[in-house]
């Protein structure tokens, strides 16, 4: 492994190691003449998506494999359908074939996202064991679950917008733990947001925008943060981002939404729709806005209420109408 870097010390430098089975583990690791190691991570298939918990095991793993090792990631298949062993008084109910295969697919278009797949070895001469701790917020309590329940790693199941918004709300007192455990950013990039934190010129939240950026890169690609980043901005007040139906789609579910039929929608005036989606009051309080400019259609400015809603303001059967820079409503059109 020449010159390749002392993963063990690694993960215990950035708070990633619970504890070792054999201290012989730091030996091999630390011996450049040694052979890869392969390395292995397990997942069980019980829902079509990893969670947040799941990520650290993934983190754990991207580390062997940047270090120069072996990484695979196991997904269980009988585990999944024996139940939940870990005590609870409502077991897990058993699942059948066709869930399973539709589960162990969902994770595996997540895994492949991170690593290529090898065929684990089972029979080894040596073997080691090495557990990290569990994803803790600073009070104690468990970390990944939002009002809406779970942190889900598949863009499906949660959006990457919301995803990126969940850890930017991350308090000053886990972030920089959170980027220690959950990145790849150097240490002492990490330390430099460490102390800048601490000036009086520090820009809030600068440190929660650099976490959430690159978890989001990690789980989503460039492609799903550009979606994030592009959604944050067009829920800024008086935001002008152009909107596409992703962006819509991601924004959707964090702003107030009514539903109206397609015929009542089109050459409906912009006066008629901002009262009828219960975004202003009356006509009388819609006209004044839009002498006033604070109308928005898609976060481009209504300038005159003779404006109508035509089939190209429609996306992706949406609308998003804004009176000011912070007032908005989806209108969701059937």
């Known amino acids: 492994m020449g010159g390749t870097r002392n993963v063990v010390k690694i993960l215990e430098e950035r708070g990633l190691v619970e504890s070792i089975t054999n201290e012989n583990l730091r030996l091999v690791c630390s011996d450049q003449t040694a052979a890869p190691l392969k390395v292995y991570c397990g997942f069980d298939p019980t829902v079509e998506s990893l969670q947040l918990g799941n990520l650290l095991g993934l983190i754990v793993l991207s580390w062997f494999q940047r270090c120069g090792h072996k990484a695979v990631a196991l997904i269980g298949g009988a585990t999944g359908r024996i139940g939940d062993p870990s005590g609870k008084s409502q ?8 869930t399973l295969e ?6 595996m278009e997540i895994i492949r996202r991170f690593y290529k797949l090898k065929e684990p070895m089972l029979q080894a001469e040596g073997a080691y064991g090495l557990t990290f701790p569990l994803l803790l917020k600073s009070d104690g309590t468990k970390f990944g679950k939002s009002e809406d329940g779970a942190i889900w790693l598949s863009p499906t ?19 920089v733990r959170f980027l ?4 790849f950013l150097y240490m002492e990039e990490i330390n430099e947001l460490e102390s800048a934190m601490k000036n009086p010129g520090y820009v809030p939240n600068t440190a929660q925008r650099r976490l959430a950026e690159e978890i989001t890169r990690f789980v989503h690609g460039v492609d799903g943060l550009n979606e994030a980043l592009k959604a944050t901005e067009a829920l800024r007040p008086g935001s002008e981002t152009k ?16 539903s109206l039929p397609y015929p009542e929608v089109l ?7 901002s009262v009828s ?8 309080a819609a006209r004044r806005l839009l002498k006033q400019g604070g109308v928005y259609l898609n976060n481009k400015r209504v300038d005159t209420e003779s404006k109508r809603i035509d089939a190209e303001d429609i996306v992706d059967g949406k609308v998003l109408l804004s009176a000011g820079k912070k007032s908005k409503v989806v209108v969701r059109i059937s």
């Not at 077991?91 to 066709?98: M, S, T």
């Not at 539709?102 to 994770?107: H, L, Q, S």
């Not at 989606?277 to 009388?284: A, F, I, P, R």
């Open 267 to 273: 050459n409906l005036s912009i006066v008629d729709l």
């Open 91 to 98: 077991e897990r109910p058993e699942l059948d074939l066709n």
């Open 157 to 175: 199941m949660l959006s990457p917008y919301k995803f990126y918004q969940y850890f930017f709300s991350v308090p000053d007192a886990d972030v």
């Open 243 to 258: 909107l596409d139906w992703k962006t819509i789609e991601g924004i959707a579910e964090d702003v107030p939404s009514c």
């Open 180 to 183: 220690r455990i959950l990145t």
């Open 277 to 284: 989606s219960g975004l202003l009051e009356s006509k009388s």
């Open 102 to 107: 539709k589960n162990i697919v969902g994770i």
